[in-house]
């Protein structure tokens, strides 16, 4: 089979088009023909040299892919060869096969056509996880979405809203806002032009939020503590400000608040199972019922996975890059 490998750590110019062995399922496996993968921050990172895979996962970016099951490993049940299939991986998802143990598998949801279904499982299990399990955003509240021309942003502003949550979102330039007020919005901040603390606090009666989702980290700190409400949340799920700050605890204290930090990509397969199997029950009768979607900006070939990353380093895309095999 073929696949994009990383030749050094490095620019885009980074990833090669390479044949590769073919992967085989191992115990409680399934080999998956993969039809399409998406690009992720973290997969820039790997190309980089600064976010190794966990021990055993496959060397190859791609942490979620869309395609159809090819071979089943000893003791998988409840799927079979040809089911279309959507699946969240450790690494592997660019290339034309990936081997996925059974858990991280997800049915591609009725009226999501195959390579859409690839833009799903990262930002599904990464929302659902972050925003509902560790954050418990409830109905009524108000949530801050850091990046929300994103992958993550699109898909929480439409997960939030279905929830009966208020969203509030940052994102750069008009155009990205107006589409980010399209999915639901009810904030929309320029964060090139406008403090986020300033105006959450005008648009919830000096309250601020209750649960803040951050990509940004060190750069945000402060600032998302000062926006949140009492009994605020904040999760930080991204480094791109930074990963060291002050934080001042009197502040925390005052808001009797929480802050948390995860991470998806090295957790065990039985954590990841059980988010994704939360995710089958909560949140994709949601994407069959059109409530939520998956929102893809562009389709690129896999050969042409150079490009884009391009794109996603230049913040040029509104939801999510796919690459199609």
Known sequence: MYAITISEPGGPEALVWAEVPDP???????LVDVAASAVNRADLLQRQGYYDPPPGA??????????????????????????????????GGYAERVVVPAGQLLPVPKGVDLISAAALPEVAATVWS????????????TLLVHGGASGIGTFATQLAKAFGARVAVTAGGPE??????????DIAINYRE???VEAVRAATDGAGADVVLDIIGAKYLERNVEVLAINGR?????????????????????KRALIAATSLRGRPVEEKAAILAAVREHVWPLVEAGAVRPVVDRVLPLR?????????EESGHFGKVVLAV
């Open 304 to 312: 042409d996975a150079a490009q884009a990353h391009r794109v996603v």
């Open 130 to 141: 972050n925003v509902f399990d560790v954050a418990h955003l409830r109905s009524g509240e």
């Open 176 to 185: 990205k806002l107006a589409r980010c007020r399209e999915l639901g919005a």
């Open 24 to 30: 085989v399922p191992g115990e409680g496996e399934v």
């Open 234 to 254: 904040l999760v930080v799920i991204g480094l791109q400000g930074g990963a060291k700050a002050e934080l001042n605890l009197g502040k925390l204290l005052a």
């Open 58 to 91: 496959s060397p190859y970016p791609g942490l979620e892919c869309s395609g159809r099951i090819a071979a089943l490993g000893p003791g998988v049940t409840g799927w079979s060869v040809g089911d279309e299939v959507c699946a969240l991986l450790a690494g």
């Open 194 to 196: 406008e403090d986020f």
